[in-house]
């Protein structure tokens, strides 16, 4: 702690004061130094900058020069205990720049020339085209469902628009059925996955598939409540997905096709140019 007031010194010195006596070295002033190594007032631009309390840049600055000096004096006891060899990175360092250069271009590359619109038809044709890409891993299901109190008195209502098969009747559910409703369900238009509305309306169900072709309806009571689910159509497990389901992955995946093509089609035309402009030589 012997150096805070120091350190706080300096800050206010390198913050606020012009004074010629400052070690400088070029145009920078120095404000710290370890073992050769200099920290300047350039580095500390952007942590005094984060505050516009001057307490708190000063707090700011001080923790930064702590920081470095403990840095700087792991850095020249690893220098002297390791090898020349262990301390040279240059081909590590030389990859890791190549690595980000070619980042770095093609990303900039397909920010100015990737084509991103991607249309129904083009969704449509490819899910067509790769129906082994989306088969269900889970039942699916159109269904309404509402769950009630049992002491609701005009459940035969509920019930009877519930058991419709016309599925625009369910629409008036909302209206009948919001004041007692525990949990509810109106769109029958809506792909859900079996499981998901198993957790809120508990049937039992021993065949998946012979359920679902038998049952459009289906209403009992258990504990303290009614449960009512009207089934509209379903997908079992292992078939192809709905389409409306899979819109934003198809996309994803055209784009990628298209991102591969680009990067591709950039890494032949320059490896073509480069041989005719005899750019490299094998020995």
Not at 11 to 36: P, T, W
Not at 173 to 191: C, F, T
Request: proline fraction near 3%; glycine fraction near 2%; charge should be negative.
């Amino acid at each position: 702690m012997k150096r805070l007031p120091f350190l706080i010194g300096l800050s206010c010195l390198v913050l606020f004061s012009g004074c010629d006596a400052l070690i400088r070295k070029s145009d920078k002033i120095v404000v710290a130094e370890c073992y050769g190594n200099y920290l300047y007032d350039t580095d500390l631009k952007d942590i005094i900058a984060e505050s516009k309390d001057h307490y708190d840049s000063l707090a700011r600055t001080n923790a930064f020069i702590d920081s470095w000096i403990h840095r700087q004096v792991v850095v020249h006891q690893a220098e002297k205990f390791l090898s020349p060899g262990q301390r040279d990175f240059k081909k590590q360092i030389d990859e890791y720049r190549n690595s980000l250069l070619i980042y770095t271009y093609e990303t900039e590359l397909m920010e100015q020339t990737l084509d991103t619109v991607v249309d129904d038809e083009e969704i449509e044709r490819y899910y067509r085209q790769n129906p082994g890409n989306f088969q269900l891993r889970h039942t699916l299901v159109k269904a309404a469902y509402v769950v009630l109190p049992l002491i609701v008195k005009n459940c035969w209502q509920i019930r009877k628009l519930m058991a419709s098969p016309d599925t625009l009747k369910i629409s008036e559910l909302d209206a009948l059925a919001s004041p007692y409703v525990i949990s509810s369900h109106y769109n029958v238009d809506e792909w859900m996955r079996l499981d998901d509305l198993l957790n809120e309306v508990p049937i039992e169900i021993y065949n998946t598939e012979s359920f679902l072709k038998q049952r459009r309806f289906v209403s009992f009571e258990k504990d303290t409540c009614t449960y009512m689910v009207r089934f509209n159509d379903y997908l079992l497990e292992e078939s192809v997905s709905p389409i409306e389901m899979e819109y934003d992955n198809i996309r994803k995946l055209i784009l990628m096709k298209r991102k591969k093509e680009l990067l591709d089609q950039m890494k032949f035309d320059l490896y073509e140019k480069a041989v005719k402009e005899k750019a490299f030589t094998v020995y």
